[in-house]
C-alpha cells in the first residue's frame, strides 16, 4: 500500500477532517504533538471542513495551546463540504489517510467512507455506532479491498482499549484464552466531568434505530462463531470492582466479536468470549441510573421525544452531557481504567474439555476518555498505518481495530502515549 507521500499525487500524509469540531480541535492538537513520528521523521498533515474562517481559528487556537507559533502558517487548510461529493474527492486524492472527525457518522459517514473508497486514501474514524461501522463493512469491504484502501472504525475511547485489551490480555496468556471480561471506571477530579453532546445524539439515534442492527447483521450470514470453554453469563452485581456494574451500552462488545471473527476466520484463532461492564459507583446511581434510562427508553421512541432529548441533553443526563463538553481544567483531572478478568486452559489442557483452569486480570490505563485518549488512539492508529504496512492485512477492506493491528507495535506505541496497558 501506498504510504511514501508522492508530493505531486498525494501530498499529505493525513488530512484532518473535521478539524473544527469538538473533537476534531483536540485530534489537530494531537498531531501536531506527534508530527516526529511520521515516516522519515516528519509528518505531512493538514486541515479540512466547512469553514476556511473556523479552520484558521482552530490552527490558531492550537498555536497558543502548544506553543507552536508556526502551525499558524505551515498547515494547510482544505475547504470541504459532506455534502459535496466534489470536495470530499478533492480532499480524498490529496492524503494518504484521512481522519474522519465528523460524526454523527450514520448522518455524515457513509459520503466520506466512499470518498475514499473511490480515490484510494484510507479512513480512519472514531465512531462508537455499530449500525455505521457495520454497514460499511458490509457496503464497502470487497471495494476497499480492490483498491487496496484500509477502512478502520471505532478508532477512539471507542473501541481501542477495549477491542487492543483482549488482545494483549490473549498474548499474555501461557495457554488458550476463552473468555474475558471488562470494567470500565472513570474517576474525575473536583470540577467532575462531561461528554459533549455529539455523542450523546449519537446514542439516541442508535437506541431509536436498534431494530435495523439485527437486520443488517442478518446480511453478512455469518455462521456463529464457536464457543469453546464454558458460555459466558450476564451479570449486574461485581464483587471485582466494589461497586455496582451494568453491561457496557457502548460499541465495545460489538467492535470485540468483529475482530473475533475476523482472526477466527483468517488465521484460525480461538475466538474469545467477551463480556463489558461499566461500574457505576453506589446504590444512589444506581437509582439515578434507573429513572434517566428510563426516560430515554421512552422518549427515543418518538420524533418529539428526540428532539427534547436532543434539545436538553444536560436535563435528561443529570449534566453528564452538555453542549459545552467539558474544559481542559475538567479533562486534565480525568482518567479511566479498564480492568481486564480473564478465564482459560493452560498448554496442557484440552480447552474443549472440563472447566478453565488458568485466570489472568490485566488492566489497560489512560488519561479523560473523550478527548484526551480518543485522539492519543486516532493519531497512533494513523501512525501505525504509516509506519507499519507489511503488518497490516494482507489486503484492504472495512477493518475493527484488533483486526487491523493485531500484528503490528500499535500496543506499544499506545504505551509510549500514556495509554498503559499492564498485567496485574
Partial sequence: IATEVDEAARPYHLIIFGATGFTGQFVVEEVARTVS????????WAVAGRSRQKLEKVLEQAAGALSKPELRTQVDIIVADVGEPDSLAAMCKRAVIVLNCVGPYRFHGESVVRACVENGAHHIDISGEPQFLESMQLNYNSQAAEKGVYIIGSCGFDSIPADMGVLYTRDQFKGTLTAVESFLTVSSGPD???IHDGTWQSAIYGLADRHKLSSLRR??????????????????INKEIQQYALPFMGSDPAVVRRTQRFLSEEHQDTPVQYGAYAGIGGIGNVIKLMFAGMMFWFLVKFSFGRNLLTKYPEFFSYGFFTKAGPTRKQMEASSFQISF??????????????KPNAKIRTLVQGPECGYVATPIAMVQAALTVLNEPSALPKKGGVYTPGAAFAKSTFIDRLNKHGIQFSVV
Fill in 219 to 236: 446480511k453478512f450470514n455469518h455462521k456463529p462463531l464457536p464457543t469453546v470453554g464454558p458460555k459466558l453469563k450476564r451479570r449486574y
Fill in 192 to 194: 467532575g466531568g462531561c
Fill in 341 to 354: 478478568h480473564g478465564e482459560g486452559y493452560t498448554e496442557d489442557q484440552d480447552p474443549s474439555k472440563g
Fill in 37 to 44: 513520528e511520521g515516516p522519515k521523521g516528519n509528518l505531512k
